[in-house]
Structure formats: C-alpha cells, structure tokens
C-alpha cells in the first residue's frame, strides 16, 4: 500500500532534484568554455590532455573521501560543503594565466565535482527509502536537464564574445545561490537514519556486492563515456557528413538519456531494478549494433538514439542498489560503485582511441556493444534484498 510523501519529503525531493541540476550547469560551463580557455591560457591540446587527467584525479580522490564523511556527518552537509566548493571551484579555470594555475585549478574543480556526486546520490537514496518507491533515475534526468542549460547559456555568453572569466563568475554566483537554497530542505541525517532502520545489515559480504556493483558500473559508464567523446566522430568518418550533421549523433544520444532517466523510475517500479538494468543493456546493443552496421545517417542516428534510452536507466539503478546495501556504510559504498564507474567514463574514450590504430573507428565501437552485452548478462547484480526494495523482479 502507498503512503503519500509528507510535506518535509517532497521539499527535500525538490532541493536534490535542484542539486542535480546545478551540478549539471555548472559542469556544463567549465566544459563549453575549454576551448576558449586552452586558447588563453596558451597551451597544446596534449598539454590540455594531460591537465584533464588532474581533473579525473581530483574527481576519484573527492569521490572516495566524501562517501566515508556522509556516513559520519551525514550527506546533507556534504552536499553543502561539495556543491558550496564546486561553485567557488568553477571560478579557478575562468582566471587560469597559465598552465600550472589552470592544472591547480582542475584538481579543486574535480576534487568538489566529485564530493558533490557521491554526496548528492547519497542524499537521493536516502529520499527513495523514505518515498519508498523508484525516484532516483529522475534525479539524474535533472542532472542532464542542467546540462542542456549549461550548454545553451554557455554558447550563448560565448557568442556575445565575453570572458570566460565573466561567465564562470555568473555562473558561480548562480551556484552559491543554488546551493543556499535547494540544501535548506534536504534530509538531515537524524530523520533519514530515523526511517530506514530496515537497511541496516551489518554483515561482512558488502565488499564483494560493491565490487560487483563497481564493477558493472564500468562497462556501463564506459559505454557512455564512448558515446559522449566520439559518437560524433564516428558519424563524421563513417559516413562523411559535416561536423554539424555529424554532432546530431551526440544530440540524439543526450536527448534520449535525458527522456529515459525521466522515465525509468516507472519501469523500476513496475518490472524491478534487475528488468531495468537487463532489458536497457539488451536495447542499448541493439542500438550499438545498428551503429556498426548501418550506412545510412538516419539509422545511423536511430542507434545512438537507441544507445541512449537503452543506458538512460541503468547506472540509477547500481547506485540506488549501493546506498542500500547498509546504512551505515551507504555513503562509502557509493563512493566505491561511483569511483570505478567513473574509472570506466575516462578509460572508453582512451580505449577507443587505441583500438582505433588496430580498427577503422566504426569497427572499435564493438567494445561498447561487448560492454552492454556483458551488462545484461550481469543485470541480477543489482537485485536487491528483500528487506530493502520496493519492488524486485527478475
């Protein structure tokens, strides 16, 4: 039987929905504004390149250091804490001069992002275990929504030919402010801990259950990050179109991540977590498949569109199954499943570009359509315990 949400919890519900889309924007920003940095700040796109990888390093360590902090002093002041730091942090790249300034500012940047990712997944668990039924996928839908808005007013301040420094300013203020107001009505630690007793299994097999997690979140998010760095690519050398007709592929792929997480709670509720997972990885190949085969622009973009509902809903999934592995551990838990997912995101695109010396591009997309095979025959690892799901089926 459904219990309706208090009015404590559905302030709460718009507050993380508000996190996840600012942390959303504000990657957003740093991300569309790279070129123009590099271009100030005077260096190559393999010093670029290598600067990056400072970004992922300060990622991987706020990541695994926030999670254990949640556990202790709860999720709500660390989201305050990351998303306050990510929204200084966002300032750092605009004022860069050089390179060693901009490599200190992209592991401040990284280190926040990364704190506010397991902070605020740690967060929506805990409202889904309140709610009491599938939400988290929407979270991440907003996170996407961010994105898309990021992007626009990006391109925009871009166009009119301002500063980066100007822009990142704006935008940091706008997070400050974001922050402020969408963490009053987030979950304090007491009233979550209160409520979901019922997680708490105190047993010794949660390593080996994150490390599965962990492990499936890999194939999954280096899929995606594949997508992300060279669907484009692949359109344009496949095919032989311009590079605006060939960004359609990436349009179509985000368009439909974005609608898919905004649906995939629904399913969950109605098939489980696992048919999610399952039937979303086997969609997600056939996608893939029908990448590597076509030779036509309009099936060509009909698979990454496919390859993008198909892996809308999944990762949600893993991470809301890692938050209910124990309560008092949810917090590292997630930091582990988020920090080798992430592990995963970077390692696609290096994996594709080195497989591409061996293989036309088209052909190294294989690894990707391997990767969701392998998620869907490993979808029962998100089958949760009785005692901490709404609804489980296989």
């Not at 590099?38 to 190559?44: A, C, D, K, P």
């Not at 990510?86 to 990284?110: C, E, M, Y």
């Not at 949660?206 to 962990?214: D, I, N, P, Q, R």
Request: proline share 4%; hydrophobic share 50%; net charge positive.
């Amino acid at each position: 039987m459904s219990i309706a949400p208090s009015p404590t919890l559905i302030r709460a519900r718009a507050g993380i929905f508000g996190i996840f889309g600012i942390n959303g924007f504000l990657l957003a920003m740093w991300v569309v504004h790279i070129p123009s940095i590099e271009h100030r700040v005077g260096i190559s796109h393999s010093t670029l390149g290598s600067l990056l990888l400072l970004l992922a390093v300060g990622a991987i360590a706020g990541m695994q250091l926030s999670g254990p902090l949640a556990d202790r002093y709860g999720s709500r002041r660390m989201v305050i804490l990351a998303g306050t730091g990510l929204s200084a942090a966002v300032l750092g790249p605009g004022f860069a001069t050089n390179a060693w300034q901009l490599g200190a500012a992209l592991v401040a940047f990284g280190f926040a992002n990364g704190a506010l990712d397991v902070s605020m997944n740690s967060q929506a668990v805990e409202a889904e275990q309140l709610y009491r039924r599938p939400i988290m996928s929407a979270f991440h839908g907003m996170f996407s929504v961010g994105g898309v808005v990021g992007s626009v007013i990006g391109a925009g301040t871009l166009a009119l030919g301002l500063a980066p420094s100007v822009t990142l300013t704006a935008a940091s203020l706008v997070g400050f402010g974001a922050v402020t107001i969408c963490s009053r009505p987030l979950l304090p630690r007491a009233l979550h801990h209160a409520d979901a007793t019922a997680t708490e299994q105190p047993h010794g097999h949660f390593s080996a259950k994150v490390l599965a997690l962990g492990a499936l979140a890999f194939v999954l998010m280096l899929a995606e990050g594949v997508a992300n760095d060279w669907s484009a690519l692949q359109v344009k050398e496949d095919l032989g179109v311009s590079n605006a007709v060939a960004a359609l592929s990436f349009g179509a792929f985000s368009a439909m991540m974005t609608v898919g997480r905004f649906t995939a709670d629904r399913i969950s509720a109605a098939l489980g977590p696992v048919a999610v997972v399952r039937y979303g990885a086997m969609i997600a190949s056939v996608g893939m498949l029908t990448v590597v085969l076509s030779g036509l622009l309009p099936l060509t973009l009909f698979g990454w569109a496919l390859f993008g509902a198909g892996l809308s809903g999944c990762i949600p999934q893993i991470f809301t199954t890692a938050g209910n592995l124990g309560s008092g551990s949810a917090g590292t838990n997630m930091s582990r499943v988020v920090g080798l997912g992430y592990i995963g995101f970077l390692a696609g695109p290096a994996t594709i570009g080195w497989a591409t010396q061996i293989v036309p591009l088209t052909t190294a997309m294989l690894i990707p359509l391997l990767c969701v095979l392998v998620a869907a025959l490993s979808a029962g690892v998100v089958r949760r315990d009785s005692s901490t799901t709404h609804r489980d089926h296989s």
